[in-house]
């Protein structure tokens, strides 16, 4: 039991650990960054171990000693298998904190218009949406299940298949009408600006504007230019203005054709092919998944069924 009495301390020293930040591990549980230290120190001092490298200047100024780091990964795991105890208890005081981590595309142009369906069947749940496009540790981040575009398989993840998509040319019905693009007319696109999508641009797999000429058979006209963004829903947004013809993904741009602010100019069937990446649901692997992770991903399902 005496071991039990620096539990403050081994929470301090995993957020801590996990954060290398005193600052952001104190906001985290809701203490002073002066009460954390203070625990670590008190930790250190009844293991006879030095924790943390505390540097004065410099970026890094909070690194894990070797021994640190042996030990943190059992540490982070007992928490998590604590957490996953808790849920099981369906304790009142268990928190129903929802984070759903989508990128900014998929959030804004397919998961938030649908989102209030979720909040109406799900009320108790306190919903978090974060958008980012970097893959993130969903364990280390404490993000609950995310919606992820990829080939499906992601280090420490599970993950279960949304839906695909077809990739194929779009662009505002003005600036169709003034470059007289037309179904016939796909391979007549020298004098036309392109958008690209450079978000994902070290990816041999994500879709592009080389691969869709390709894919039609379609020789790349020598003067091919246009805007380069990074980021997939700037880039819809950038041809609903009439600024290029983007290279639309099915997902992100059904509502914006539907409402008829895009238009694909061409023979949408002949110049459409499925993309190689698809949309996975996504969950960190190796813990009890909670049944408010289980109802996100149902609900997920129906929506595309």
């Not at 650990?17 to 009844?46: K, Y």
């Not at 380069?228 to 741009?253: F, H, M, P, Q, T």
């Amino acid at each position: 039991m005496n071991r039990l009495a620096h539990l403050n301390g081994i929470k301090a020293f995993e957020a801590a650990a996990r954060h290398l930040s005193f600052v952001a591990a104190a906001e985290e549980l809701n203490v002073t960054p002066a009460a954390v230290g203070q625990q670590v120190r008190q930790l250190e001092d009844w293991l006879g171990v030095k924790l943390f490298i505390r540097a004065t200047s410099g970026q890094a100024r909070l690194t894990l000693t070797e021994e640190a780091k042996l030990a943190y990964p059992e540490i982070y795991q007992g928490f998590n298998l604590i957490m996953n105890g808790l849920s099981k208890l369906k304790s009142p005081n268990f928190d129903d904190k929802l984070t759903v981590s989508v990128s900014p595309s998929i959030g804004a142009k397919w998961l938030l218009p649908r989102i209030a369906d979720f909040q109406i069947r799900f009320p108790d749940y306190d919903l978090c949406i974060s958008t980012n496009i970097a893959p993130l540790d969903y364990a280390k981040e404490a993000v609950d299940v995310g919606i992820r575009y990829g080939s499906g398989e992601w280090d420490g993840h599970d993950s279960l298949f949304l839906m695909d998509e077809m990739v194929f040319p779009v662009c505002s019905p003005e600036f169709a009408e003034k470059y007289n693009l037309a179904a016939g007319r796909e391979s007549e696109l020298g004098d036309v600006p392109f958008l690209f999508d450079v978000s994902l641009s070290k990816s041999k797999l994500y879709p592009t504007w080389n691969e869709w000429f390709v894919h039609k058979s379609i020789t790349v006209p020598d003067c091919i230019q246009g805007l380069k963004i990074n980021s997939s829903s700037e880039v819809i947004d950038a041809a609903i203005r009439g600024e290029g013809l983007a290279l639309g993904r099915s997902v992100l741009v059904e509502r914006d054709m539907e409402a008829g602010k895009l238009v694909c100019p061409f023979n949408i069937e002949e110049v459409s092919h499925r993309s190689n990446f698809c949309y996975y649901v996504v969950w960190a692997s190796g813990v009890v998944v909670p049944e408010k992770v289980e109802d996100f991903k149902l609900w997920l399902q129906a929506q595309v069924n």
